[in-house]
Each structure stands twice: as structure tokens, then as C-alpha cells.
């Protein structure tokens, strides 16, 4: 049985120099990143969050996906999932580390130095993509999230009208379940179709979190598809306004959403944003925005795939 791990390279420029976090396990005298194992029945990006607020004493938001890094312990084949995530001066302030057993003492060390300092050899593959990213220009980025809603009763069995199809019970968990997955990413708004599946679907995160949210008719199957401009439309003003937000909506809609999001992406990023159109219920795409220095249109950087883990 193979063991699974999340966490993250933790990031931020001193100086216009680039820093990352490293910790010290004193239980096993080693330098690494933060991370940790799962805990049964929770999902890998919402661990990572966990693992490194408990390790770090930091509450941070998942930027883009690093790398999945494979190596054994015991003879037993462990994957560590790493996002970059960035602090910011509010976080540091709001920081409340204790040191323990399992870690010790952390520093914030420049690229070069980390390099030196970290004990295991696969813990650089993910500082070599975060490196690539800082490059590029790309490392910075905010979430668009594009969420389909969770499992609905079948039209088939629903004679009362599509605006009121309800959630099915293993819908409803779904539901419930992606509230701390969605909260990983730090979105601070959710728009979503008034119809009741959807409003059903985000409605544990919004009154978990307490998240502002928007219901629009243009998410819904009928506004895609009798104005979709205005669903565009939509979409191009809050990605103007520079939030990280979430978009619960149908599946009959994304054609529109991804037309509206190809704006934004070079030609390989528009054939992977096809990809939104094949969503399952309650799952969705993060779609990782970078602001460009000269004010122009923002540009998709990558766009990642979140799953559920309850299906039936």
C-alpha cells in the first residue's frame, strides 16, 4: 500500500530576492519541506493546508502544482504532492509557530542555500519547477476556480423544472466535502447559477468560511445559452477585478466559460481548457492566472484538475 503526502514549498521575495522555507525534523535530523501524510478520508490539497499550518504555524492558499514527487520508505513507495504557495507580510505577522518533536526550527533561506541545506535529493525537483516558474514570470498567480455542481437527481426523475432539481444524497455529500478542498485555494468569492443544485453545492463552503456569494442567472443552462455574452461578459469583469473566485455552474455552460477563458490563453493552455468540458460532478479546474507587469490582460498559466473523493 502506497503512502501519500501533501505539502508545499513555501515562497516569498526579500528584497526582490526570492526565499523558500525549510524546516528541521529534529526526530529524524533532517532538513526538508513541509508536508505531511493524509489523514483518512481527506484530500490531498486540503492535507497540504493542514500539514503545513500544523508544521509551520502558517495558514497559507495553494498556488499552482509543482510536482508529485516519488521515492520509498521502508521499501514502500510513498508519493508527496507540492504546491508553491506564497506567504505574504500578513501571513508572517498572523504566524504562530511552537516548535515540537516532529519539527524543530525552520529558516528562510535563499534558492542557492536551500539547495545546500536540504538533505534528500528528490526534494528538488520541486524547487527547480518553483525556480522555472519565478523565471518565467509565473510564479505569482490567482485562482479562477470553474466548479461543476455536485451529483443532481436524473432529469429523467425530476418533473418539476431544471431550476429546481435538487442535489442527490451523495450529492449533498459532496457538497459538504468540498468546502476545506475549495478553501485550500483561498478563493474570496463564489458566483453562482440560482439554480438549486448549484446554490446547494457551494452552500457549505460559503457558510463555512463565510464567503461572499453572488447568484447569477448567466451561469444557469437557460443564461448560457439565451445570452452568452452576457455570461462572458460575466466572467472577463471579475477577472479584470483581480479576485480569486469560484464559478458554479452546469455542464451545457462551459463551452461558453471556455470560450470566455480562451481570451486569455496561448494555444497549448486553450486545448487544455477543453478539458473543463469533460467534468464530473463535483469536481472543477484551477485555473491559475498571472498578472503581467504592464497591466495588459492576464494570462493562464496552467490549469489544474481537483476530483472528488466521493463518487457513489
Not at 541545506?117 to 528528490?122: F, I, R, S, V
Not at 503581467?292 to 473523493?309: A, C, G, T, Y
Request: charged share 30%.
Amino acid at each position: 500500500m502506497a503512502i501519500v503526502a501533501a505539502g508545499a514549498i513555501l515562497w516569498r521575495r526579500e528584497k526582490d530576492e526570492l526565499k523558500v522555507l525549510v524546516i528541521h525534523r529534529d526526530r529524524y535530523d533532517d532538513w526538508s519541506w513541509p508536508k505531511g501524510k493524509l489523514d483518512k478520508h481527506e484530500h490531498v490539497s486540503a492535507a497540504a493546508i493542514r500539514e503545513i499550518k500544523e508544521e509551520t504555524g502558517l495558514k497559507v492558499h495553494l498556488g499552482l502544482k509543482l510536482a508529485v514527487v516519488e521515492y520509498k520508505v521502508d521499501k514502500v513507495k510513498k508519493y508527496v504532492h507540492y504546491w508553491a504557495a506564497e506567504v505574504t507580510d500578513a501571513m508572517l505577522k498572523a504566524q504562530k509557530f511552537v516548535p515540537d518533536d516532529e519539527v524543530g526550527s525552520f529558516e528562510w533561506l535563499s534558492v542557492k542555500a536551500a539547495k545546500k541545506k536540504l538533505t534528500y535529493k528528490h526534494d528538488l525537483l520541486p524547487l527547480e519547477r518553483l525556480v522555472e516558474l519565478e523565471e518565467s514570470g509565473e510564479l505569482k498567480t490567482r485562482p479562477l476556480i470553474v466548479l461543476r455542481h455536485a451529483k443532481a437527481t436524473p432529469r429523467d426523475q425530476w418533473s418539476k423544472g431544471e431550476a429546481t432539481r435538487p442535489l442527490l444524497p451523495v450529492g449533498a455529500v459532496q457538497a459538504v466535502g468540498l468546502a476545506d478542498v475549495l478553501a485550500a485555494y483561498g478563493p474570496k468569492l463564489v458566483i453562482s447559477s440560482r439554480w438549486k443544485r448549484c446554490m446547494d453545492t457551494v452552500t457549505p463552503f460559503v457558510a463555512k468560511f463565510r464567503i461572499s456569494l453572488i447568484e447569477r442567472s448567466q451561469l444557469s443552462e437557460l443564461g448560457a445559452k439565451n445570452g452568452p455574452q452576457r455570461t462572458k461578459k460575466l466572467i472577463h469583469k471579475q477577472i479584470d477585478r483581480g479576485r480569486a473566485f469560484v464559478l458554479c455552474s452546469h455542464r451545457p455552460t462551459f463551452p461558453t466559460i471556455v470560450e470566455a477563458l480562451s481570451q486569455y490563453a496561448d494555444k497549448p493552455t486553450r486545448k487544455k481548457l477543453a478539458e473543463i468540458l469533460t467534468l464530473k460532478p463535483g469536481d472543477f479546474y484551477v485555473v491559475h492566472l498571472a498578472d503581467r507587469p504592464d497591466k495588459s490582460k492576464p494570462r493562464i498559466v496552467d490549469i489544474d484538475l481537483v476530483e472528488q473523493l466521493n463518487r457513489d
